[in-house]
């Protein structure tokens, strides 16, 4: 074996057993929070998931989203990606009764307010009864626009490539409606300004 072929394999295994290490000592967040870790979670959940309905499309990384429309919180309906296409979009799905979406909705606030035009829009869409959206942001207000859909097999977070619908649930399209990246669970502070770069 060649020496530049044993350094690279004690490379490779010493990273491995610092990874392992890592995840035994501080569990599974850090690596959650990279992107090969959030793509290692999607297709292990993809793995499990029932099959969609009949007709029901889910979004694939690298694909263009099918159009989707769903009623807005303040009236009217919203196209996506249609009503938001030529800039990049980040939706994140979410529910009054989930305590991580809770905590990271200020985050969000935070990211879609500092946004100058041009900038990456947000839209948030609450899988959940209108009543408790209107008095969950009654408590915790935010600015950006609201969709409302229903949980179910064939809800917008299933169609949005959330096929187990875990949420958090968080997606970045780019400007001509391309899934770019996909977000399973709450992001921390700060962390939304790196993620959402196209």
Known sequence: MRSGTKVVLVALVAGTLGALA???TSGPGPLLRT?????????????SAPPPPAGVSVAA?????????????DGGQVAIPGDFAGKPLLVNVWASWCGPCIE??????????????????????????????????RKIPVTYPIALDM????????????PK??????????????????????????????????
């Open 104 to 137: 990271e909705m200020p985050e969000l606030q935070r990211f879609a307010a500092a946004q100058v035009p041009g900038g990456v829009q947000v839209l948030g869409i609450a899988l959940d009864d209108e009543a408790n959206v209107r008095e969950f942001l």
């Open 35 to 47: 992107e090969l870790g959030q793509r290692l979670l999607g297709g292990a959940l993809a793995a």
């Open 151 to 162: 949980p179910g097999p064939a809800d917008a977070g299933v169609r949005l490539g959330n």
């Open 61 to 73: 990384r690298g694909e263009r989203l099918a159009p989707l429309s769903l009623p807005r919180l």
């Open 165 to 198: 619908g875990v949420l958090p649930y968080s997606i970045l399209v780019s400007a001509d409606g391309t899934l770019l990246k996909q977000r399973i669970g709450p992001f921390q502070a700060g962390e939304i300004d790196r993620w959402a770069r196209p």
């Open 22 to 24: 890592s995840l035994a």
